[in-house]
């Protein structure tokens, strides 16, 4: 495994830096976590969750189906009505902020088995998803006993049940996103999450029943995407909360529609990076590398298109790809990795069918050369240039690490290709005007908009997106009003 990288082109190489897993103590078979209690599948059934850089099983995780899902809905509704409702925001916050604490505590534990099961770099677990975890804990902490203030004189209640589904992109930091607030508003929760990476967030729920959390405020079921229909589909479920493809998107919405459950929705994105000519270029080359190889592309919200004006163009090409042939593909739990496993055979293929599909489309590909390891599931970063608007790996979020590369002349050009996508949930713009930027980010349709950066997270900024990348906010005071209903 540690032989398994490619950077033939650099000049120089990096020993093997593994981080040890010896620190981990993963069970052989995980149960349903359902009113405090870790209870076995009504099915009996389990499914195995494995690796994606060794192809190894890691674990055995419960099935749940529709009764267990009932069960989990049912025990969130009665910690509702008995516990969490009545406590005060003072006492909820205090739960919240030793979730936290022991969060950080068992960081270095939850930042390996994220990369065992999901396949990320462990710089990223370690420095990205773990802290960020953390500190969405710590930051809706404190809002917990200060709703009035966050809402003055709106009189903020608690909205009962959430049903929370998340993808495997970020599985503990969406767990995050969205158990902290609903908590802190005084909700409870079922959640799912999915089915490839389910080990971090059964590790979260061993880490509310070691704070002490009240049996049922937090409910996980485990299982695939039928699991997650259950969950939409209950009748004692006040809200929904999903992070996940636009497709899955659509029938959660259809399937709640002339129902009183609320929702939330973050799903797809096709990013621009827009760099102009006076950007300082070896930075935004910086940038669009992060946007777009960071976490193997898998992030909604990566830099996946990448505009460049046309007078500098082909410096910037030339930058991008010596940069590109630096980069380690490799062992996740190597510390020199910088785009580590694709999450699963199935995103592999479907990442493979957009490369294949771009060369048909009469693209131009780019890779850095090298062999990738046979066993696991890897995928080399890649470029396509000579694309048109219409192509469909400029139009369609491919998930991987894949970038799409268009030039522009004017600004005006530049805003009109960075919207025409059906998603809007991120963009990045890269100048050294101050004017510019704000111009540029004022009129591109994108719930998030970087500048001079890329991929930057922070628990008080609100994230979500535009036309078809969801609808609703997760993070800052946005993310805390999606748990509240209000009188005034
Ligand atoms: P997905 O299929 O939408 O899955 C997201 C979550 O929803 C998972 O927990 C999934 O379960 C569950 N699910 C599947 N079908 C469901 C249904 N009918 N009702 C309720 N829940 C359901 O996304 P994915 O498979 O993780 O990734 C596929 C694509 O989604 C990616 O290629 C990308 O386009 C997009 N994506 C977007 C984000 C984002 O942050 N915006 C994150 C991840 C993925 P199982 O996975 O266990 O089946
Ligand atoms: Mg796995």
Same mark, same amino acid.
């Given at each position: 495994?540690s032989? %398994?990288?490619i950077?033939?082109?650099?000049?120089? +190489?990096?020993?093997?830096?593994?981080?040890? =897993?010896?620190?981990?103590?993963?069970?052989?078979? @995980?149960?349903?976590?359902?009113?405090?209690?870790w209870?076995?599948?009504?099915?009996?059934?389990?499914?195995?969750?494995?690796?994606?850089a060794?192809?190894?099983?890691?674990?055995?995780? #419960?099935? *749940?189906?529709?009764?267990?899902?009932?069960?989990?809905?049912?025990?969130a509704?009665?910690? @509702?009505? !008995? !516990?969490?409702?009545?406590?005060?925001?003072?006492?909820?916050?205090k739960y919240?902020?030793?979730?936290?604490?022991?969060?950080?505590?068992? #960081?270095k534990?939850?930042?390996? $088995?994220?990369?065992?099961?999901?396949?990320?770099?462990?710089?990223?677990?370690?420095?990205?998803?773990?802290?960020?975890?953390?500190?969405?804990?710590?930051?809706?902490?404190?809002?917990?006993?200060?709703?009035?203030?966050?809402?003055?004189?709106?009189?903020?209640?608690?909205?009962?049940?959430?049903?929370?589904i998340?993808p495997?992109?970020?599985?503990?930091?969406?767990?995050?996103?969205?158990? *902290?607030? #609903? /908590?802190?508003?005084?909700?409870?929760?079922? /959640?799912?999450p999915?089915?490839?990476t389910?080990?971090?967030?059964? /590790?979260?729920?061993?880490?509310?029943?070691?704070?002490?959390?009240?049996?049922?405020?937090?409910?996980?079921?485990?299982?695939?995407?039928d699991?997650?229909?259950?969950?939409?589909?209950?009748d004692?479920?006040?809200?929904?909360?999903?992070?996940?493809?636009?497709? $899955?998107?659509?029938?959660?919405?259809? *399937?709640?529609?002339?129902?009183?459950k609320?929702a !939330?929705?973050?799903?797809?994105?096709?990013?621009?990076?827009?760099?102009?000519e006076?950007?300082?270029?070896?930075?935004?080359?910086?940038?669009?590398?992060?946007?777009?190889?960071f %976490?193997?592309?898998? $992030?909604?919200?990566?830099?996946?298109?990448?505009?460049?004006?046309?007078?500098?163009?082909?410096?910037v090409?030339?930058?991008?790809?010596?940069?590109?042939?630096?980069?380690?593909?490799?062992?996740?739990? +190597?510390?020199?990795?910088?785009?580590?496993?694709? %999450?699963?055979?199935?995103?592999l293929?479907?990442?493979?069918?957009?490369?294949?599909?771009?060369?048909?489309?009469?693209?131009?590909?780019?890779?850095?050369?090298?062999?990738?390891?046979?066993?696991?599931?890897?995928?080399?970063?890649?470029?396509?240039?000579? $694309?048109?608007?219409?192509?469909r790996?400029?139009?369609?979020?491919?998930f991987?690490?894949?970038?799409?590369i268009?030039?522009f002349?004017?600004?005006e050009?530049?805003?009109?290709?960075?919207?025409?996508?059906?998603?809007?949930?991120?963009?990045?713009?890269? =100048?050294?005007?101050?004017?510019?930027?704000? %111009?540029?980010?004022?009129?591109?349709?994108?719930?998030?908009?970087? *500048?001079?950066?890329?991929?930057?997270?922070?628990?008080?900024?609100?994230?979500?997106?535009y036309?078809?990348?969801? &609808?609703?906010?997760e993070?800052?005071?946005?993310?805390l009003?999606?748990?509240?209903? &209000?009188?005034?």
């Amino acid at each position: 495994m540690s032989e %398994n990288k490619i950077n033939l082109k650099s000049n120089w +190489d990096l020993a093997p830096s593994l981080e040890s =897993t010896s620190h981990i103590n993963l069970k052989k078979k @995980y149960d349903l976590f359902i009113g405090g209690k870790w209870v076995k599948p009504s099915s009996g059934k389990y499914f195995d969750t494995n690796n994606p850089a060794t192809e190894e099983k890691l674990a055995s995780i #419960a099935n *749940a189906n529709k009764k267990d899902v009932d069960m989990a809905v049912k025990a969130a509704r009665k910690a @509702y009505d !008995t !516990t969490w409702s009545k406590l005060s925001g003072k006492e909820r916050g205090k739960y919240i902020f030793r979730i936290a604490r022991i969060i950080q505590e068992r #960081a270095k534990e939850l930042a390996v $088995v994220e990369t065992l099961d999901g396949g990320k770099p462990i710089r990223e677990s370690r420095d990205i998803d773990i802290p960020l975890a953390a500190n969405h804990f710590f930051y809706y902490a404190g809002w917990a006993d200060k709703l009035e203030y966050a809402f003055p004189n709106r009189n903020p209640k608690s909205l009962g049940v959430a049903g929370q589904i998340t993808p495997w992109n970020f599985p503990l930091l969406m767990a995050a996103w969205k158990i *902290a607030p #609903a /908590l802190a508003c005084g909700n409870t929760v079922v /959640l799912k999450p999915a089915e490839t990476t389910s080990l971090t967030t059964l /590790l979260l729920a061993e880490i509310c029943e070691q704070a002490g959390l009240p049996a049922g405020v937090v409910n996980v079921v485990t299982g695939a995407g039928d699991v997650g229909a259950e969950i939409v589909n209950h009748d004692g479920i006040d809200k929904i909360a999903f992070t996940g493809s636009t497709g $899955v998107g659509k029938i959660i919405q259809k *399937a709640i529609s002339g129902t009183d459950k609320k929702a !939330t929705l973050e799903l797809g994105g096709k990013a621009a990076n827009i760099v102009f000519e006076d950007a300082p270029l070896d930075q935004a080359v910086e940038g669009i590398i992060n946007g777009i190889f960071f %976490n193997q592309g898998h $992030v909604c919200c990566a830099g996946s298109r990448l505009l460049v004006q046309e007078s500098v163009y082909d410096v910037v090409l030339r930058k991008l790809k010596d940069r590109m042939e630096s980069l380690i593909v490799g062992n996740p739990l +190597d510390k020199n990795t910088d785009i580590g496993a694709i %999450n699963s055979k199935s995103q592999l293929d479907t990442i493979n069918h957009y490369i294949k599909l771009g060369k048909e489309e009469g693209a131009e590909i780019y890779q850095p050369e090298g062999k990738l390891e046979k066993k696991g599931y890897w995928c080399k970063p890649t470029l396509f240039t000579g $694309v048109a608007q219409s192509n469909r790996i400029v139009q369609e979020e491919i998930f991987g690490p894949v970038l799409a590369i268009q030039t522009f002349r004017t600004i005006e050009e530049a805003i009109t290709k960075a919207n025409n996508t059906p998603y809007g949930l991120s963009a990045g713009v890269w =100048t050294d005007k101050g004017s510019k930027i704000f %111009n540029v980010t004022s009129q591109l349709r994108a719930g998030i908009v970087w *500048a001079n950066t890329f991929n930057k997270f922070d628990p008080t900024s609100p994230f979500g997106g535009y036309k078809e990348s969801g &609808f609703g906010r997760e993070g800052g005071l946005h993310g805390l009003e999606a748990y509240l209903e &209000f009188e005034n």
